[in-house]
């Protein structure tokens, strides 16, 4: 047994150098016994999920990330820009269903301001009263508080008014602002990304926070961004989950570099599972990663399937994604569970437990 096992085994925390030592040359199969002894203290043998839909209320971005398939200039062959009306309808759409949760996430719109944002949170809010509103990226809110030349806390102070109770983990891509501004140079720093975040958590909005990787980062870019987020759990514990997303390389500007292999994602999940040892769920989001990853990565430290999706997200179908109308019934995502010998439970945004199945 190596020297970092033992100390996962008895409770310790990584250190930088050894989360870089496991990344160059630790196998898939130590990560998983390892990574699996993390999930078991923290989740026991339960894998979460629950019953959500996604409002991607446009595609239009002032933002030109090199990895971004989504995106569209106003007005674009492609591009979408939907009105307050039509984002209300889709939320009608839902009344009388069993969704619990409604993400709402799009691109960084060039003229939208604060109060469209307030009308859309407040108008969700009214019709679909009974779910949790999980809105708008670090990037998202950072952008229209530099819009409204307000400070963010203040926006998010308005929003929460309205309604908006979680926020999602998007926009983090690398915490690294060399690496920053060679892949998606007009967004936030990274310090400015974790602000918004710090900043939500003081006001008792807890948050979700991405890796975006496979793509032009090293090693050292992974490790430097998991510390810092390892960091801030540590002063507020406002992360209730971190989600790994795999680069996808069809139609963006990075194309060239290719894709992580299955074994590469496996291998970061565990990771990730170790050595954010202060963040309660890892989150294997089967959108992206598709089902039978998702599947494996339950072994190799995620416990957290996100959740029914019914078709309502297309920005990794746009990048390549297997899957083109993401959708699974709660059979199905138990079944996942179960065919792994875990133990199947619906949650609710804050993962507290709805249903053992
Ligand atoms: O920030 C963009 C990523 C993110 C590509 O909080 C890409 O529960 C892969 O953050 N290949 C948005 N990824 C999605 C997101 C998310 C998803 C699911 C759950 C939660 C949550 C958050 O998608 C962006 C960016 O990092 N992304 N383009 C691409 N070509």
């Not at 229209?144 to 008014?161: D, I, N, S, W, Y």
């Not at 793509?215 to 514990?237: C, I, M, P, S």
């Not at 990771?271 to 989150?283: E, T």
């Amino acid at each position: 047994m190596t020297t970092i096992h033992k100390k996962i085994l008895a409770c310790g925390r990584l250190t930088p150098d050894e989360c870089l030592a496991l990344y160059r040359s630790a196998s898939l199969p130590e990560l998983g016994v390892m990574a699996s002894a993390v999930r078991e203290r923290l989740n026991g043998r339960y894998v979460y999920f629950n019953r959500n839909v996604h409002i991607e209320p446009t595609n239009v971005c002032a933002n030109r990330c090199l990895f971004c398939s989504y995106r569209r200039n106003e007005g674009q062959k492609g591009s979408w820009d939907l009105s307050l009306d039509d984002i209300f309808a889709i939320a009608r759409q839902h009344v009388g269903s069993d969704i619990t949760e409604v993400h709402i996430v799009g691109g960084v719109h060039p003229r939208h301001t604060l109060d469209f944002y307030e009308r859309m949170v407040g108008g969700v809010r009214r019709i679909l009263p009974g779910a949790h509103i999980k809105a708008f990226t670090a990037e998202e809110l950072w952008r229209m508080a530099q819009q409204a030349g307000l400070p963010v806390g203040e926006v998010l102070a308005r929003l929460k008014a309205c309604g908006l109770q979680s926020i999602p983990g998007g926009g983090a891509e690398i915490l690294n602002d060399d690496l920053r501004a060679r892949i998606c140079p007009e967004k936030v720093c990274a310090q400015g990304w974790l602000d918004v975040h710090r900043s939500a958590h003081a006001q008792g909005i807890p948050s979700n926070a991405t890796m975006l990787y496979g793509h032009v980062e090293a090693y050292e870019h992974r490790v430097e961004h998991l510390q810092r987020l390892r960091d801030l759990q540590d002063k507020t514990g406002g992360f209730n989950a971190f989600i790994p997303l795999k680069f996808f390389s069809k139609n963006n500007r990075l194309s060239a570099t290719g894709e992580a292999s299955a074994i590469e994602e496996l291998r970061n999940m565990a990771i990730c599972r170790i050595f954010l040892d202060n963040i309660p769920h890892i989150k294997a989001y089967w959108p992206m990663c598709g089902k039978a990853v998702a599947q494996l990565a339950l072994s190799f430290g995620a416990d957290d399937l996100d959740g029914t999706i019914d078709d309502s997200t297309k920005i990794y179908a746009m990048a390549g994604a297997h899957d083109k109308a993401p959708k699974m019934t709660v059979r199905e995502l138990c079944q996942l569970a179960q065919q792994s010998r875990f133990i199947p439970v619906e949650r609710d945004s804050l993962y507290h437990a709805i249903k053992q199945y």
